[in-house]
């Protein structure tokens, strides 16, 4: 089974800190990607990269960042947190060429 | 502008009748739809897939139907359980990006009452 898993489930920070976010795959899956879900605005993407060290922009890039330096690790860094930031964050992977997304559990992450 | 529609936030069933979950498109680029299953404080999971070469995909009680001429998908639930009871999201995507990025609609939150 693909696993796919997040570094925390729920975070709580503060406006302004730093905040990673870590993704990890363990099928060897070429594409990554980040969405964060609101209510009734569905999965917006972030960020998504299809190979190390690249990465593309998504629908909603502003405020944050993102890392691949290893195949199966995709970062999520917000660089100044702020409240609008409050979300779910859901990361997945897939791979090159294929359509079916596999979604990690999920990051709630609150910012006061 | 969103390519991917969900129309209706919320749909409440019995158990052991139809549940239909409606999605419109807007892209004509768009050529593989899948759609999604999602429980509280879990990630999306992968529930069925159509190609736009197809009219029909079944799986169980899970059937996809896709209308190209109006851009137009829908899930049916056939026989609903209460354990259906979960957030479902459409996808879609063109097959001449290699990324695999997938649009999602806005989701719609299914209720099987028992």
């Known amino acids: 089974d693909v696993k796919v898993t997040q570094s925390s489930r729920y975070l709580v920070k503060r406006t302004g800190e730093k905040v990673f976010l870590e993704c990890v795959q363990d099928m060897d899956h070429e594409n990554m990607f980040w969405y964060r879900q609101d209510p009734g605005l569905g999965l917006r993407l972030i960020y998504f990269s299809y190979d190390v060290k690249m990465k593309e922009k998504g629908d909603i890039p502003e405020g944050y960042s993102v890392s691949r330096e290893k195949k199966e690790r995709f970062s999520l860094i917000l660089e100044s947190a702020s409240t609008n930031q409050t979300s779910m964050y859901l990361c997945?992977?897939?791979?090159?060429?294929?359509?079916?997304?596999?979604f990690g559990p999920g990051t709630r992450l609150t910012v006061l | 502008d969103q390519q991917v529609k969900q129309n209706s936030p919320s749909l409440s069933v019995q158990e052991g009748r139809i549940s239909i979950l409606n999605c419109d498109y807007t892209n004509s680029m768009f050529d593989y739809f899948l759609w999604y299953k999602k429980y509280p404080a879990e990630g999306p999971t992968f529930l069925i897939s159509i190609s736009s070469i197809k009219d029909k995909n079944e799986d169980g009680r899970f059937t996809v139907f896709l209308n190209k001429s109006a851009k137009h998908l829908s899930l049916h639930i056939v026989p609903s359980q209460p354990g259906d009871s979960a957030v479902y999201f459409c996808?879609?995507?063109?097959?001449?990006?290699?990324?695999?990025?997938?649009?999602f609609g806005q989701g719609t939150t299914l209720q099987v009452k028992p």
């Open positions: 996808a879609a995507s063109h097959g001449s990006s290699n990324t695999g990025k997938l649009i």
């Open positions: 997945a992977s897939s791979l090159l060429f294929y359509n079916e997304q596999f």
